[in-house]
């Protein structure tokens, strides 16, 4: 059984943190923070992919990494880490190489994963890689990001979707349920490549691909059982299917607002997916990632509730803000779903201590 | 008095051993779905040889992100009762038909 050593392991991890802090700090100077004089990040223009590459595409890469516990899969995380320390310090070519390069690597990780069980579930994370691909070479070549973000937002979903469809096995779904989870799933991939030539119908049919696809996951996710346990298990079916409702209400204002090329619009959208959705993902699943990255538990307390509470409550705060256009609202928001992911992590770090 | 055979006596200890590791674990819970990974079927075998303790287990998929997690939970419980070899398989591949024909999913 072949393992990395603990030393790469805490310093990818150490990285994907990074990127998030700077990711947050990034998104609020998007929402007019002044920067501090001393960091150059380029007023915030690097929020996208820190939050995508630098955190999650780190993440979800180290974790198939550890998995495989095969060596050379680690070149995905390392190359996706190093990608950000360069972009971060002004090396746009060699960060861009690194950035190619990982994403690379982590399809070819998710492909050899198909290769070793060609199932649909394995398929779709493929689809999720090469939608990180796509994204990262557009961005590279420059495309602005409107154009580009929902091969961005592919990556988490499509790996969610996945994941979720690979453990509700345990629920025995109807085979041709299946198949209409992943024929809906890459209809919506289809849209996302058209939508680089209309913005209208393809807009639309992904619009309401995303409620069905959330429909679904309501109706065949095992979290529908899990919510009546207890402790973890309980909060992460919580977490999940509130993540599913807010790709409900996404699909349900992508239908009424049409394609939002920049302002408010596109500010809801797009948070309404990475916050209401991926991060009531990471809330769901942080306290079995953690230890499997780490080896450290993190001890269950009803505090977490406190964070997640706040996540959803100020999201809301902040899609009221876009949506009737009151400034105030969407910064009040903006801080607080930052506050939200921060006291979530504290709460880790505070139960980690407590339980040594 | 009752004399037992040398090698039935280490037979009767072998068994102890494997249904103490049995026992520990079934203690070792999935924590996605709340339920005991013997229960999901994640446990292979428990056999002894040359007096090491051979345990194989599989996850769902081969990249199962909590993998280490499972691995590290069933080294953990058996790291006080005798030197063990934990093995992660992946054949046959991990079906929903291997759960446990008498557990009732997510009873409360």
């Known amino acids: 059984m072949l393992r990395t ?7 990818l991890l150490i990285t994907a943190g990074g990127s998030l802090l700077l990711g947050l700090y990034t998104g609020l100077l998007r929402m007019g923070m002044t920067a501090a004089a001393d960091l150059h990040l380029n007023n915030g223009i690097l929020h996208g992919p820190l939050m995508i590459n630098g955190f999650l595409g780190t993440l979800i890469s180290l974790e198939r990494a550890a ?8 070149t995905a995380p390392v190359c996706l880490a190093l990608a950000m320390l360069l972009l971060l310090a002004g090396q746009p070519v060699t960060g861009g190489f690194f950035l190619i390069a990982g994403t690379v690597v982590l399809v070819c990780i998710l492909g050899y994963l198909f290769v070793l069980q060609s199932v649909t579930y394995h398929a779709i994370m493929v689809l999720a890689g090469l939608s990180l691909l796509t994204g990262n070479i557009l961005y590279m070549q ?6 580009l973000v929902f091969w961005w937002v592919a990556f988490p979903m499509l790996t969610i979707f996945g994941e979720r469809l690979e453990l509700n096995r345990i629920m025995r779904p109807p085979i041709k349920a299946v198949y209409l989870f992943a024929a809906m799933i890459i209809l919506w991939v289809i849209m996302v490549a058209l939508l680089h030539l209309d913005k209208n119908l393809p807009w639309y049919l992904m619009s309401l691909l995303l409620i069905a696809m959330a429909i679904w996951l309501i109706r065949y996710d095992v ?11 309980r909060y992460s079916a919580i977490c999940l299917l509130s993540g599913y409702g807010w790709l409900i209400l996404c699909g349900i204002y992508g239908l009424a607002a049409g394609f939002p090329v920049a302002g408010p619009s596109y500010d809801a959208l797009l948070h309404m997916v990475f916050v209401g959705f991926v991060f009531s993902m990471i809330f769901a699943h942080a306290a079995v990632i953690f230890p499997a990255l780490t080896g450290i538990m993190i001890p269950y307390h009803t505090y977490f509730y406190l964070p997640f509470g706040l996540l959803h ?6 899609v009221i803000g876009d949506l009737a256009w009151i400034p105030v609202l969407q910064t009040i928001g903006s801080y607080g779903n930052v506050a939200a992911i921060l006291l979530f992590i504290a709460g880790i770090l505070i139960q980690i201590m407590r339980d040594r | 008095m009752l004399m037992c055979k040398p090698d039935k006596l280490m037979a009767i200890n072998e068994t102890a051993l494997r249904n103490e590791a049995v026992r520990r674990i079934r203690g070792v819970i999935d924590p996605e779905v709340g339920i005991s990974i013997v229960d999901l079927g994640l446990l292979y075998q428990v056999y002894m040889e040359d007096q090491v303790l051979k345990v194989h287990i599989t996850v769902t998929t081969p990249g199962c992100p909590i993998r280490r997690y499972i691995e590290q939970q069933v080294m953990s419980v058996l790291s006080d009762l005798v030197e063990t070899e934990l093995h992660v398989v992946m054949d046959p591949p991990w079906s929903a038909n291997m759960i446990a024909e008498n557990i009732h999913l997510f009873d409360r």
């Open chain 1, 5 to 11: 050593s603990n030393l790469l392991f805490t310093l």
């Open chain 1, 67 to 74: 998995a495989l516990q095969k060596p050379w899969t680690y």
């Open chain 1, 142 to 147: 420059g495309q602005p990001v409107y154009e």
């Open chain 1, 223 to 233: 979290a529908r059982k899990t919510i009546k346990s207890v402790e973890w298990t």
């Open chain 1, 313 to 318: 409550g100020f999201l809301l705060v902040r």
